[in-house]
């Protein structure tokens, strides 16, 4: 085969993998036009070899699909959903020749004139759907297919390059010193700048961004998904982290058989999800992370999970487990049975997940590479695989910082933010004995790096705080004397003496020659005793019932029941005079003391004499409850059975065994303030009128916060307060926006959306909106 | 079983090692300290594009420390895929010499736990380092 022709399909190749994102995003958004664009010179540019390579059947599919490319560019057509699966299927069809033109193998044409039609103005939906082949039957191509060398040959030429930048910096360092004339500069320039040209190429021939593999992921989830009657979308985290080539190519295949299972026995269909109370539409999330000397990827769906006896009664069932080992088997232990050879959980083994690539096989490749895989799983909720792969050589993005003189470089993916100590922002206090600043609310411990790597004494002051968040979500902050730059480092593995102490992810060379460790946060926090939250990605779970005790006064009530109320609800207790009280309204309201404000009264009140009340509080509204008499100040659980009609009783709690109803402060000021000022609660919008967590759970918190609802698909009346939405806002709505997420973590350092339980968080961030927006 | 040694010097003693597991012998002008590691950890250097892990020999010894300056002596080895550079008072020489054999002096506390036998160079008999042990700076397991 002939030099260009060579040329021509590593190039078609190389361009179908990097364009097979954008035709996804392009599917989604066929009105993108960059997208359309990148596409449309992608058969530009084959059509245009295709001329003088002679190839005419890929010249036939290039040219027509640029023609209807070129009649949406310009806007003489629309894309519907049938032009852009015709679109999809010629452009598959490209790949597969191109794949055909380099095996040697015939490929049949049958079919071809069948896509070439499907892209005609007034085609018709083709009745015999012209299927692209699944993904699944190409060969599995290798990144490196066209040149093969030997590792050690890059290795010793990334070797050469490193000395030579050395021998540029110490050619740099003399030539200031003889202060040179403008040629002699010039020229040590353009040297300069080859070297550094050098540096990155070999570089990245050495490397890759796990891109390369994440980039296949979407086509194929999407036409997966659509094969097996799934609705699905993909989450893709990390991909700038890098890795050695080799290492991404063995986990190639591992990675894409988890990502098989997870929509063909993870996902469920639609209506079985939703008849679990799912969102129709399955999540599979894929983050790549370094943590420590590993890189980690995890791969979690939301699906149906695996439960752990079926695993162990098929293993037993096929022998590979004898009765005596099953009993006394913890869960995870028969979790990992999965990863036995000839075990299958699935119910039948269809033709996407069944085919050669197995659990065993997938656990086989990585612990090839010296990886592993561990799986966890919840019952209905779904399944989380993750790989680790050794760090043998990557490139990290990563923060310099220095303190004492030592210097040190931190993984960017680690990093918060950066933050100046002292001032309202930030504020340090010293709780027992210990550092701790307050950032947007929260609190964070402390930690001076030099003190803590023995460097330096505690500063009077920290001054640099650079805000940490590890892999298990805790937070800290690291005090440092200065932040340098941010480069991309090679980290290279750290000897075991230095592994040894658990706070080095690995050792590095940087720009300047000097040898820098990379720090393992985790580690640091680890060893420093930092623990301020252990969060696991999991979906959201009913908030716990917590057995915590509340002080409160038990009272008899008028209508005779024995009551009870939150004691820090209760100002005072006192007697009023029984004609202060009058009706208006349809409510009572007591005269005290030249207030009015609104009685509540679960009983007849007397005709004369004096009633005993007590004044309840929320700290800024103030209301009366008339009582019999007081009985005690008792504890009762926090937590409340609760009643089914919204009222002045918020549950039922025991007390000595016999049950006691406990007032609802929330409702009795709720509809104090709703006689007096109804039209001043902020109207709140609902943006997931579809979803019945927002009516059923969220809405009734919001009534009784004292926000009026409204949803997206009703027309709001008034002025819109502030929205609250899980996904898309309505358009055409001017007001601050509130996201919600279905996750205790955050996905992301810079992502701002509050989860869905967390009452406090919600209520205070509508408050705020609402505040702002006067 | 006749071979080549690197002959140095920790503290006025002569000390051998395989030549064979010497990659080089280096001249170490600047040691980047490591924080929390054991003592014998001396810190980091980069040879080329190398980065070795810095032992001092002597501490492993249970002696003084290594006098820093800027050219200490050191022997470049690889164990385990890892890079050492392994600090002494001098090199000396790379000779060859009789097979190792057992130590005949009763050796003090640290050289008995590091010394691997002995091998003769002329009339004199030279310790043979154990260079794992030497690494790990622990006491290795009784045999």
Redesign the interface.
């Known amino acids: 085969m002939d030099d260009l022709l060579t040329d021509f399909i590593s190039e078609t190749r190389e361009t179908l993998d990097a364009i097979a994102g954008e035709i996804v995003a392009w599917e989604a958004d066929p009105t993108d036009r960059t997208r359309l664009d990148a596409i449309f010179r992608f058969v530009h540019t084959v059509k245009g070899s295709c001329g003088f390579l002679d190839l005419p059947r890929l010249q036939r599919l290039s040219h027509a699909a640029e023609d209807v490319l070129a009649d949406l560019r310009s806007g003489n057509r629309t894309a519907d959903a049938a032009l852009v699966t015709a679109v999809l299927a010629v452009i598959d069809r490209i790949g597969e020749l191109t794949d055909a033109i380099e095996s040697g193998e015939p490929l049949s044409d049958e079919g071809e004139h069948g896509l070439i039609a499907a892209l005609a103005a007034n085609a018709s939906a083709p009745s015999a759907p012209v299927q692209p082949v699944p993904q699944a039957a190409l060969p599995t191509r290798s990144v490196s297919r066209s040149i093969r060398l030997p590792v050690e040959l890059l290795d010793r030429m990334m070797a050469s390059v490193s000395d030579m930048v050395l021998a540029r910096n110490d050619l740099a360092q003399r030539l200031r010193e003889i202060e040179p004339s403008g040629p002699l500069n010039a020229a040590f320039e353009r040297l300069s700048h080859c070297v550094g040209d050098m540096r990155e190429a070999i570089t990245r021939s050495r490397m890759a961004r796990i891109d390369t593999l994440f980039a296949l992921l979407p086509r194929m989830v999407r036409d997966l998904a659509s094969e097996l009657g799934r609705k699905a979308v993909l989450e893709v985290d990390g991909g700038d982290v890098e890795l050695d080539r080799e290492l991404i190519e063995m986990i190639r295949d591992p990675l894409v058989h988890l990502v098989r299972n997870a929509l063909d026995h993870g996902i469920e269909l639609p209506e079985a999800r939703r008849a679990a109370g799912k969102a129709e539409t399955g999540l599979l999330r894929i983050v790549a992370r370094q943590a420590g000397n590993q890189i980690l990827i995890e791969v979690q769906d939301d699906g149906r999970g695996i439960d752990p006896d079926r695993v162990l009664q098929r293993a037993m069932a096929a022998g590979l487990v004898q009765a005596e080992q099953a009993s006394g088997m913890s869960r995870a232990r028969k979790l990992e049975l999965v990863f036995l050879p000839g075990l299958s959980t699935a119910a039948s083994v269809t033709s996407i997940s069944g085919r050669g690539v197995g659990m065993d096989v997938v656990r086989a490749n990585l612990e090839r590479i010296g990886g592993t895989v561990d799986i966890e799983s919840r019952i209905g909720h779904g399944v989380r695989l993750t790989l680790r792969v050794p760090l043998t050589l990557t490139i990290i993005p990563a923060l310099t910082v220095s303190s004492a003189g030592s210097y040190f470089a931190i993984p960017r993916s680690v990093i918060e933010g950066i933050v100046r100590a002292g001032g309202c922002a930030a504020r340090i206090e010293r709780i027992g004995g210990a550092l701790a600043v307050t950032l947007r609310g929260a609190h964070l411990p402390v930690l001076d790096l030099g003190r803590f790597m023995g460097l330096a004494d505690e500063p009077a002051a920290p001054q640099l705080l650079v805000v940490l968040r590890t892999g298990a979500g805790d937070r800290f902050a690291l005090a440092v004397d200065a932040v340098h730059d941010h480069q991309e480092l090679v980290v290279k593995p750290a000897s075991p003496l230095l592994m040894a102490s658990g706070i080095y992810a690995g050792t590095t060379l940087p720009d300047n020659s000097r040898p820098m460790l990379l720090l393992d946060v985790a580690g640091i926090a680890a060893a420093a005793g930092v623990h301020t939250a252990v969060q696991i990605q999991e979906p959201a779970e009913e908030p716990e019932e917590r057995a915590i005790l509340l002080p409160s006064l038990l009272f008899r009530d008028l209508d005779g029941a024995t009551r009870a109320v939150r004691l820090p609800l209760v100002e005072r207790i006192y007697d009023v005079p029984v004609e202060g009280v009058v009706a208006a309204g349809g409510a009572r309201l007591l005269a005290h003391k030249g207030r009015v404000s609104t009685l509540h009264a679960a009983g007849p009140l007397p005709t004369e004499g004096t009633i005993r009340v007590l004044r309840l509080s929320d700290g800024a509204a103030m209301l009366h409850y008339a009582i019999d008499e007081v009985i005690d100040i008792v504890d009762l659980e926090a937590a409340l059975a609760p009643v089914p009609v919204a009222g002045p009783i918020a549950g039922v709690a025991l007390h000595q065994d016999l049950p006691v109803e406990v007032l609802d402060a929330h409702w009795l000021f709720a509809s104090a303030v709703r006689t007096d000022a109804e039209q001043a609660r902020p109207l709140c919008l609902v943006a997931d009128a579809d979803d019945p967590w927002a009516r059923e759970v969220l809405t009734p918190l919001l009534d009784m916060a004292g926000y009026r609802v409204s949803f997206a698909s009703e027309a709001p009346e008034g002025r819109v307060a502030v929205i609250v939405a899980s996904g898309e806002t309505p358009a055409g709505v001017e007001a601050p926006v509130i996201r919600l997420r279905s996750g205790p973590e955050r996905e992301r350092p810079d992502d701002d959306s509050i989860y869905r339980y967390d009452r406090d968080g919600l209520l205070r961030a509508l408050q705020a909106r609402v505040a702002a927006g006067g | 079983m006749e071979g080549m040694y690197l002959i140095a010097r920790i503290a006025d003693q002569p000390v051998a090692l395989p030549a064979a597991s010497v990659g080089s012998v280096i001249e170490i002008d600047a040691i980047?300290?490591?924080?929390?590691?054991?003592a014998h950890?001396a810190g980091?250097?980069?040879l080329?594009?190398?980065?070795l892990?810095v032992?001092d020999s002597r501490v492993v010894l249970g002696l003084t420390p290594i006098e820093r300056g800027p050219h200490m002596a050191a022997v470049v080895v690889t164990v385990?895929d890892?890079?050492?550079a392994l600090l002494v008072d001098a090199v000396e020489d790379v000779v060859e010499a009789s097979r190792p054999a057992p130590c005949p002096a009763i050796l003090e506390g640290y050289w008995r736990a590091f010394a691997a036998g002995v091998v003769r160079r002329g009339e004199d008999a030279v310790l043979l380092l154990d260079l794992p042990a030497m690494?790990?700076?622990r006491l290795p397991q009784a045999a």
Do not use: C, M, W
């Not at chain 2, 080329?48 to 980065?51: A, L």
């Open positions: 980047v300290p490591v924080p929390r590691v054991e950890v980091l250097f980069a080329r594009s190398r980065i892990t032992i385990d890892h890079g050492y690494i790990a700076g």
